[in-house]
């Protein structure tokens, strides 16, 4: 599957209790779950569909310190260029890239929402 810059490709929740409210939605909404291969988080999948569609994860590691609200994952083309501006224009960059694997940023905008940013490759 190939991503264009400015599509929102994948938004996930960040909460202490994830099981429970991965239990919470799976009611709520009717989404079904499999364990992350590479961690304790949650993909969900839509009832109907065998690609997952949504994330919930637990507040620790990579995760800690975020809120616990819905966040959108959205391709830039570039990642530095956009962290820059994101400063510049009074925003915050919450969460610096990772060394490896994608390029992924967390950032706050002046009205206090965060986005995460994932560089095009």
Known sequence: M???VGDIIWTDLTVDDAAGIRDFYSK???????VHPEC???NLFPP???REVAGICYAK????GFPAQWLNY???KDLDASMRSCIE????VVKEPSPTGNRVCVIQDPAGAYIALLGAR
């Open 2 to 4: 190939s991503f264009k």
């Open 28 to 34: 709520v909404v009717g989404w079904k779950h499999e």
């Open 40 to 42: 304790d988080d949650f």
């Open 48 to 50: 109907d569909r065998d």
């Open 61 to 64: 590691g990579v995760n800690e």
């Open 74 to 76: 959205v391709v830039v």
């Open 89 to 92: 224009l009074g925003g915050k």
